[in-house]
């Protein structure tokens, strides 16, 4: 049983406009959120995390937002550029343990 | 940027020799995470440890082994390679609570 879902597995955008990524998750007891980025051959590369008690954290042009009465969490990326292309991951944790579940990714892809 | 480190970056072997994987972190961290993925799948999780001579088997069954004999390394073991074994290996490290996961490279393995 899938406990975080990434339902897109791919999405295209054009350059300057919004990519949004979407996760959604099933235990309640999640309380901590990840979004990864990977490119080939490399390692995930952490970009930006939230903790549930927010429901929104700003980084540069990344900003994820959290709805835990939903289960579902989104990355908005704005500008999107072509650099942003990747695979992106969505990880959720319990702070009760050290143990990340991993969503199976969206492969973005920014048009120039 | 994470210095965490993984060799071999690509390994092509036959099957039954015995394979050892390397994983070493420079930035001190007591948590060490072992991570299996397929293509287009989720990261799984094989192996943790929490501190040296702390170890635990993942959410995934996996017929390798792994030792922490000290903080900074964190190699995992196959006695006898199957072409079942055959996928990418990602090792990670964390300081602590809410904190991210840094990933290494990654092994790509390949058993003929």
Known sequence: DQQVKQNSPSLSV???RISI?????????FD??????????EGPTFLISISSIKDKNEDGRFTVFLNKSAK???LHIVPSQPGD??????????SGTYKYIFGTGTRLKVLA | EADIYQTP??????TGKKITLECSQTMGHDKMYWYQQDPGMELHLIHYS????STEKGDLSSESTV??????????TLESARPSHTSQYLCASKRGMGQPQHFGDGTRLSIL
């Open chain 1, 72 to 74: 579902h969490l989104s």
């Open chain 2, 50 to 53: 929490y501190g040296v001579n």
């Open chain 2, 67 to 76: 030792s922490r004999i000290r903080t900074e390394h964190f190699p995992l």
């Open chain 1, 85 to 94: 292309s990747a695979v992106y991951f969505c990880a959720a944790s319990n």
């Open chain 1, 21 to 29: 990524l979407n996760c959604d998750y099933t235990n309640s007891m």
């Open chain 1, 32 to 41: 901590y959120f990840l979004w990864y980025k990977k490119y080939p051959a």
């Open chain 2, 9 to 14: 970056r690509y390994l092509v072997i036959g």
């Open chain 1, 14 to 16: 054009q350059e300057g």
